[in-house]
């Protein structure tokens, strides 16, 4: 029985590399991660190169074999050179990496060839994967000119497989053309139901990503609203909440309630409002300790409601090349404190 490269040899620490790059950029992912998500997807490189050198014989090129994986430099050296410019604190000039990722290889001719050429009595490999899951394997096993055969227990994973290998291959460009189609009316129809619950931002550049809420109770002293957080903090960059209280006509008045600040130093940030079970009265004609059990109390009696007090946004901001041409946009986290004060469910 002819021995197989990947009995003799792998170049493991470039293909961890390049697998740990394929999955470092969320921005730049393979595009079968965007399709669904699976908690299982093994990395594309590395499943090409478990395919490739499991059917080439241990004499095969190895140069040829690492171009037809993608790896058409030195990703070892590469990360290196970008752990030393950070020990540093120094920038380096140009691309981190000589060439693309390697998932963004297609298999040409001569990677077939390779293939082919070590495999020529035998006619076409045959790649069988019964527990394919997102796919990977065969993913990468068809465009070597490999058969492939591939299944899983989970109709979810059939699913997928069926849509990133069967289909394509079956349908070719016409199913760009359906998957466009079909996903202009899903995004029109998911739009329409979510927008209730993510209003579009003040700033047109900017979209809402997150809603960030707290608990709330009544003082049982003066029956104002208090939003409870061990701390009002919401990035490690300063930025952070300040609380500002409005009295109404005084104690008693179910009125009370509190606004929000957005603000960039610590220094500026509000304190806790609870701490080791108890709370924190924040009304200035107030100002009592909120007992723990009486937070219980109010809980177990549906008396606890919440409070919106940050949205986290993302705006697009424009960038330009050293020329003055447009680059690629950026999008930069930001936050802001609710704009009405319709934001908070406490019952009365």
């Known amino acids: 029985m002819t021995q197989r490269l990947i009995e003799t040899w792998l170049p493991i620490a470039a293909l961890g590399e390049e697998s740990v ?3 470092r950029s969320m921005m730049a992912l393979p595009p079968t991660y965007y399709l669904h998500v699976w908690w299982a997807r093994r990395p594309l490189v590395a499943s090409r190169a ?3 050198a ?3 014989p241990a004499d095969a090129d190895r140069d040829r074999f690492l171009h037809a994986l993608g790896i058409h430099g030195d990703p070892v050296a590469s990360r290196k ?3 030393m410019a950070r020990r540093k604190g120094e920038r380096f000039d140009g691309e981190a990496y000589s060439y693309d990722r390697a998932f963004k290889h297609i298999p ?5 060839f390779l293939l082919a050429n070590a495999l020529s009595a035998g006619g076409a490999p045959v790649v069988l994967d ?3 899951g997102g796919g990977s394997i065969p993913f990468e096993s068809v465009p070597l000119g490999c058969d492939t055969i591939a299944n899983d227990l989970n109709p979810v994973a059939l699913i997928i497989e069926k849509a990133t290998i069967e289909y ?3 349908f070719g460009a016409k199913l760009v053309a359906e998957y466009q189609r079909v996903a202009a009316k899903f995004i029109e129809r998911r739009e329409k139901l979510l927008l209730p619950f993510f209003p579009p931002e003040p700033d047109a550049n900017a979209i809402p990503t997150n809603f960030i809420w707290s608990r709330t109770i009544r003082c049982p002293y003066c029956h104002g609203l208090v939003p409870l957080s061990p701390n009002w903090r919401l990035a490690p960059d300063g930025s952070g909440v300040r609380l500002q209280p409005h009295l109404g006509s005084g104690p008693g008045d179910p009125a009370r309630y509190c606004a929000f600040v957005i603000v960039t130093a610590v220094k500026d940030q509000s304190p806790g409002t609870v701490s080791g079970g108890d709370g924190a009265c924040l009304y200035s004609d107030c100002g009592r300790v909120i007992d723990g059990d009486e937070i219980k109390r109010q809980a177990q009696a549906g008396g606890m409601g919440e409070q919106l007090f940050a949205v986290v ?5 424009e960038t330009r090349t050293k020329s003055g041409n447009r680059g690629k946009d950026k999008w930069v986290r930001g936050y802001r404190a609710p704009s009405a004060r319709k934001t908070t469910t406490a019952p009365p």
């Open 168 to 170: 394509p291959l079956l």
């Open 50 to 52: 478990a395919v490739l």
């Open 81 to 83: 050179r970008i752990d």
């Open 313 to 317: 946004f993302k705006r697009r901001v």
């Open 21 to 23: 790059r394929e999955r």
């Open 108 to 112: 040409d001719s001569t990677d077939q």
């Open 54 to 56: 499991s059917l080439l």
């Open 130 to 132: 019964p527990t394919a």
